[in-house]
């Protein structure tokens, strides 16, 4: 039995003439304590396939099973790192942290809690910030904030919607390997969704492209069989690292100019001109 | 959020603080381009409206006085022959009060009604004072014997109206902050109630503050025919807060209503439960248009008090003013305006504390 799966998926979106197919018969199966990643284009559906998984959206047809099970609504097994952060901004960071951590372990004492908000707050380093609310903190800040909200609920899978994106390349580094560690102490299974394949190549297992919507499919998988753990500068040197990564580039180009190519056939512009500027 | 309140958040609440930081820069010598701009927007400008605001007035007072003194000179010249006429122009000329038209006040007038308001005040409290001494020793015998105390029965002065008003309308306001919020939050949270009693939200908010009175009135009635107590004011809190409540409960209820789908699916992925999801997510998101909501609903409260406490004939400000306007004394024009001025600046401070409160609560300006 396969730790998550998706079965036949499809979801739209609207209802009558304005109804879009977002995802289209997705398959995916991912393995206890496996890293995968997907990318794909903007637009393409990524979001919906998280909260898909996450339990926030229901597929149209087909099924997701969590350990078996039919997923019906969201988990604290499944923790989640929000695109958008979605921190509530009434709370400073601390507040942010600790509502989720109290979620999660209602039984520890208030000082337990506290112990784990200063933990996971450091760690994104931002523990000087602890009491400012979100808006007087960067995008980058705030994306931290979220990824600290999300790990400290300790879940057995994370899941993680392009977690990183608004990071300079340092801090960017950085929290991947406390991503990782985190994910490897426990045997965690994670989902990352993600615009930049090195970084799914640095972090996952498998990544799986998801094509192009409307109706985006997922395409073959590509495996990334590099020893953990991976060391970052050596990685360039490495030809298996070269060879995937020239693969799978190769594969989103392809796609992306199919898209083109299709955007073409299906928006040419009328050879009409303008009459007259004279209205 | 602790904050000292310094002069410059005093005047800032207020308003004034752009006219002062110019005046300052006036006096430092720190002026450029943009200083003279500025002084003229904020010092200049304002301070001549002021002033055309008192001399249109002025001069316009003292038109009205004019006609009214035409008028009367006329009516007795008809009325009782040219002697009798020539009299009255004289007395009128002379600045005798008692002959005085009865027209709209000028300014100088409006200000001395409000002093002798003011030494009223201090009469009747003075009176206040000493009665209490007086009965200090009697009262508390009567209290020992079970008795009730003797309290002071004379006229309220003019400061003592404005307190029974603020009085009312704060006991109004916090009738509607009771009903209004909660029912707000329950519409809010439930489209099918929301859809459902619309229809009595629409066609009660706009019903004029004397239907309410009217209303109130008609139920108030029946249930206070036994007993002693006020039930003039409490009528009139009652109006006040059925008619000014409409704001907050749509506010309320859009807030509860729309709050940003990204905080529900916090909650959704936190679990919270049911309660904690409106106490810790919805509510916390809806707060700053509640308070928007409760600062319209005390503006509307404070304006209609007035006309609901004529009504009513429950003491206060707009009991004040009706009484003034039926007792037709020669200055009793020149009180009604210094009412005016003084309900004026009430509104403005309530408006102002309410706003203060409004800014506390919300999260997504920065200020
Ligand atoms: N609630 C919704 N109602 C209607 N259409 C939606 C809704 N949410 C998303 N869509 C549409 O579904 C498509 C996929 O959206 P989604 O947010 O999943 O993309 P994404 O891959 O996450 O994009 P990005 O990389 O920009 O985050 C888009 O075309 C979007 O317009
Ligand atoms: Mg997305």
Redesign the interface.
């Known amino acids: 039995m396969a730790y998550l799966e998706l079965n036949n998926i499809y979801k739209t979106y609207g209802q009558g003439d304005n109804i879009t197919e977002v995802l289209s018969n997705i398959n995916l199966t991912i393995e206890e304590g496996e890293f995968v990643a997907i990318v794909g284009f903007t637009g393409s559906g990524k979001t919906t396939l998280v909260n898909l998984i996450n339990g926030l959206l229901e597929p149209t047809k087909g099924e997701v099973l969590f350990k078996g099970e039919p997923v019906i609504g969201t988990s604290h097994e499944r923790g989640v790192i929000f695109q958008n952060y979605s921190l509530l901004p009434w709370l400073t960071v601390g507040q942010n942290v600790y509502m989720a951590v109290k979620e999660a372990f209602p039984k520890k004492s208030k000082s337990d809690l506290q112990a784990i908000v200063a933990e996971y707050v450091d760690m994104v380093n931002l523990t000087p910030a602890i009491n400012k609310r979100p808006k007087e903190l960067s995008g980058g800040m705030r994306q931290r904030v979220s990824v600290a909200r999300a790990l400290a609920m300790k879940p057995e899978m994370i899941i993680m919607d392009e977690p990183l994106g608004a990071l300079d390349a340092l801090t960017r580094g950085n929290l991947q390997d406390e991503i990782l560690r985190i994910w490897g102490k426990d045997k965690r299974t994670a989902l990352l969704i993600t615009n930049d394949v090195d970084e799914g190549i640095y972090m996952a297992d498998r990544i799986i492209p998801l094509r192009p919507g409307p109706r985006a499919t997922l395409g073959p998988e590509f495996k990334i069989d590099i020893e953990r753990p991976r060391d970052k500068t050596a990685l360039n040197d490495n030809p298996n690292f070269k060879k995937t990564r020239n693969a799978i580039i190769e594969y989103l180009m392809d796609i992306g100019n199919e898209r083109k190519s299709q955007i073409q056939k299906e928006y040419a512009l009328p050879d009409v001109a303008p009459k007259s500027f004279v209205w | 959020m602790k904050q000292s309140i310094t002069l410059g958040s005093v005047t800032k609440f207020i308003g004034l603080a752009g006219f002062l930081e110019t005046i300052k820069n006036v006096f430092t010598g720190k002026l450029d381009k943009e200083d003279l701009k500025n002084i003229f927007r904020k010092v200049i400008m304002p301070l001549a409206s002021v002033l055309l605001f008192f001399a249109v007035w002025y001069l316009g007072a003292n038109k009205l006085h004019e006609i009214e003194a035409d008028h009367l000179i006329n009516k007795a010249l008809v009325e009782q022959g040219p002697a009798e006429a020539e009299k009255l122009r004289a007395c009128i000329a002379s600045g005798d009060k008692s002959c005085q038209p009865n027209a709209l006040p000028s300014p100088v007038q409006v200000w001395g009604a409000y002093q002798t308001l003011l030494a009223d005040h201090y009469l009747i409290s003075a009176d206040k004072k000493a009665f209490i001494e007086k009965t200090a020793a009697i009262n508390e015998k009567r209290i020992a014997n079970g008795e009730k105390p003797i309290t002071y029965t004379g006229r309220p002065s003019f400061v003592d109206q404005i307190f029974t008003s603020i009085i009312t309308v704060f006991a109004g306001f916090l009738l509607a902050l009771f009903i209004a919020v909660p029912i707000g939050i329950v519409i809010g949270l439930s489209p099918t109630l929301r859809s459902s009693v619309n229809w009595l939200i629409q066609i009660f908010k706009p019903v004029s503050p004397v239907v309410w009175f009217l209303l109130v009135f008609m139920i108030v009635k029946t249930f206070t025919k036994n007993s002693s107590s006020d039930s003039a004011f409490i009528i009139c809190f009652i109006s006040v807060g059925l008619c000014s409540m409409w704001a907050t409960l749509v506010n309320t209820a859009m807030g509860v209503s729309s709050v940003d789908k990204?905080?529900i699916?916090?909650a959704?992925?936190?679990?919270?439960g049911p309660m904690q999801k409106v106490f810790?997510?919805i509510l916390?998101?809806s707060?700053p248009l509640i308070f928007t909501g409760l600062r319209i609903t005390l503006s509307v409260a404070w304006m209609v008090l007035i006309a609901i406490e004529l009504l009513a004939q429950s003491p206060g400000l707009g009991l004040f003013v009706w009484e003034e306007f039926q007792n037709g004394a020669n200055d009793s024009n020149s009180k009604i305006i210094a009412a005016m001025f003084v309900i004026g600046l009430i509104g403005f401070m309530l408006d102002r504390i309410m706003l203060t409160i409004q800014k506390m609560v919300s999260?997504?300006k920065?200020d």
């Open positions: 990204d905080y699916n916090v959704k992925v936190l679990k919270l810790k997510v916390p998101s707060l999260f997504n920065n």
